[in-house]
Every structure is written in structure tokens, then in C-alpha cells.
T-cell receptor
Framework: SQQGEEDPQALSIQEGENATMNCSYK?????LQWYRQNSGRGLVHLIL?????REKHSGRLRVTLDTSKKSSSLLITASRAADTASYFCATVPRYGGSQGNLIFGKGTKLSVKP | GAVVSQHPSRVICKSGTSVKIECRSLDFQATTMFWYRQFPKQSLMLMAT?????????EQGVEKDKFLINHASLTLSTLTVTSAHPEDSSFYIC?????????????FGEGSRLTVL
């Protein structure tokens, strides 16, 4: 079953601008992860944030987590055309779950125009 | 980083035939692998969890006799779509974790696009 929703579903920006994507989830989590998927390809892990963390950085990526609101955001700064892809948040439930499988949100399709 | 290889990347078959998709962890051992299905412009839906040496755990609504999963070794899991029909056409993706911890990142194969005519 789907854990949450990404917002927006689609985002189109110019190269150099920042892109912000939001994710909401429903159950208590162990951690939340963001993945990237180029069209017709597999997923690539971007960043993992644990439930006791509030913010994490990796290169041009900044992730925040608000467990009280059950939400997370992914910020990509100084976007590039190569950042064009779909971005998914995924959660590892704190309780239950099938041996630690990830539950994916619906994704945000980001288009960065040169 | 860890590499998961999935084969074939693309397959077209006639209705009624069976198709096998392989998922291999190339540089690590994976006691557990996950099989997802993705429809166009949609998210990933977990189909089943594949466990080495034991039966797979299927998600609700996934027919285990339709989607046969075998995890015979620590580096190979296979998904066989039996008696395929056009509605089985989809993008199938496998993933795995390194080691026995079950909360870390997943490493994904490149996916297999199945088209059933």
C-alpha cells in the first residue's frame, strides 16, 4: 500500500533554480529515504534521514524531516538539466512491514530546462 | 557501491507464455530481495519479499501462483510470470540490501520492461 503523497506531482523549473519536493507519510517510521529514477530505469538512493534527525545535507541536496507532521522535504539547489528525473520518498515503518521493505510515495516528476 | 543486475531489461512475449526475470547481487550477498512492479507514471508497488532458502512472502492481492519467486542462492532471485497476459505488461524492478540489517538503503536493478502481446 502507498505510504504517502509527494507534492507536487510535477515540477518544471529553469536550470540554476532550486527545486523543492514534499512528502507526507502516515505511520511511525524508522527512517525516510529519497530516491531518484530516470525514465525507464531503476532507482538510485540519494539520502537517508533517521526518525531522530531533523535535517541532513548531501552535496546539493538538503532533506528535512518533521515527524510531528509526518512530512519531509527534499531541496535540490542550483538545479541542472541532468537533475531531470522522478523523485520518490520511501519510508521504513517502525513497526511491522515486510522485513524492512520500503513503502514508496507517488513521486514528483522534476523537469529542469536548460 | 553495491550493484544489482537485472536481466532481461526488456522482453516481449506472446500471451500464455512464461517469462523469467533474474535479479543478481554482483558484489554482495543478499538474504532478502524485494520485487516491485511499476505502472506508467506511477509509484512502485511491492509485490513480494524474496528470502534465500525459503518461500517468498507475497503482498495482499499478488497471486503467488502467477508470480513465482525463487531465491536459490545469496546472490540470485528470479521472478517468473506464468501464463502471461497483456495486463501483466509492466515494469518490474528488484532490489536488495547489504547484510542482515533491514532498515538501510536499497540497491535497485535497472528494471525489466515486460510487454505481453
Amino acid at each position: 500500500s502507498q505510504q504517502g503523497e509527494e507534492d507536487p506531482q510535477a515540477l518544471s523549473i529553469q536550470e540554476g533554480e532550486n527545486a523543492t519536493m514534499n512528502c507526507s507519510y502516515k505511520t511511525s517510521i524508522n527512517n525516510l529515504q529519497w530516491y531518484r529514477q530516470n525514465s525507464g530505469r531503476g532507482l538510485v538512493h540519494l539520502i537517508l534521514i533517521r526518525s531522530n534527525e531533523r535535517e541532513k545535507h548531501s552535496g546539493r541536496l538538503r532533506v528535512t524531516l518533521d515527524t510531528s507532521k509526518k512530512s519531509s522535504s527534499l531541496l535540490i539547489t542550483a538545479s541542472r538539466a541532468a537533475d531531470t528525473a522522478s523523485y520518490f520518498c520511501a519510508t521504513v515503518p517502525r513497526y511491522g512491514g515486510s522485513q524492512g521493505n520500503l513503502i514508496f510515495g507517488k513521486g514528483t516528476k522534476l523537469s529542469v530546462k536548460p | 557501491g553495491a550493484v544489482v543486475s537485472q536481466h532481461p531489461s526488456r522482453v516481449i512475449c506472446k500471451s500464455g507464455t512464461s517469462v523469467k526475470i533474474e535479479c543478481r547481487s554482483l558484489d554482495f550477498q543478499a538474504t532478502t530481495m524485494f520485487w516491485y512492479r511499476q505502472f506508467p507514471k506511477q509509484s512502485l508497488m511491492l509485490m513480494a519479499t524474496s528470502n534465500e532458502g525459503s518461500k517468498a512472502t507475497y503482498e495482499q492481492g499478488v497471486e503467488k501462483d502467477k508470480f513465482l519467486i525463487n531465491h536459490a542462492s545469496l546472490t540470485l532471485s528470479t521472478l517468473t510470470v506464468t501464463s502471461a497476459h497483456p495486463e501483466d505488461s509492466s515494469f518490474y524492478i528488484c532490489s536488495a540490501r547489504i547484510g542482515y540489517q533491514n532498515t538501510g538503503e536499497l540497491f535497485f536493478g535497472e528494471g525489466s520492461r515486460l510487454t505481453v502481446l
